[in-house]
C-alpha cells in the first residue's frame, strides 16, 4: 500500500533522514519503520541490470518460503 505524503515539513524531514525511520503518531504509539530507498541514499549496485537479471535466471538451489516454513513448524 501506498501514502502520499503532501506536507512539505514531513517530506523534508524524510528526504533528510539517513537510516530507520519510525513514524509515530502524537502520543509516541509506532504506526511503522520506513528506510530510505538505495537510490536516495546515493547508493548504486556494483552489478549492472543484466548482472543481476543473469544471475537471477542462473540461480536455480534453494527452496520456497512456504517449505521451509512447514520444516520450522515441525521441528
Same mark, same amino acid.
Given at each position: 500500500?501506498?501514502?502520499?505524503? &503532501?506536507?512539505?515539513?514531513?517530506?523534508?524531514?524524510?528526504?533528510? =533522514?539517513?537510516?530507520?525511520?519510525?513514524?509515530?503518531?502524537?502520543?509516541?504509539?509506532?504506526? =511503522?519503520? =520506513?528506510?530510505? &530507498?538505495? &537510490?536516495?541514499?546515493?547508493?548504486?549496485?556494483?552489478? &549492472?541490470?543484466?548482472?543481476?537479471?543473469?544471475?537471477?535466471?542462473?540461480?536455480?538451489?534453494?527452496?520456497?518460503?512456504?517449505?521451509?516454513?512447514?520444516?520450522?513448524?515441525?521441528?
Amino acid at each position: 500500500m501506498s501514502i502520499v505524503i &503532501s506536507d512539505p515539513k514531513v517530506i523534508a524531514e524524510l528526504e533528510a =533522514a539517513i537510516g530507520r525511520v519510525d513514524l509515530t503518531d502524537p502520543t509516541g504509539r509506532l504506526l =511503522a519503520t =520506513a528506510t530510505p &530507498s538505495a &537510490s536516495l541514499l546515493g547508493i548504486q549496485s556494483p552489478f &549492472s541490470d543484466g548482472e543481476i537479471e543473469r544471475r537471477r535466471m542462473a540461480y536455480t538451489s534453494g527452496k520456497a518460503s512456504g517449505e521451509i516454513f512447514k520444516r520450522l513448524r515441525s521441528e
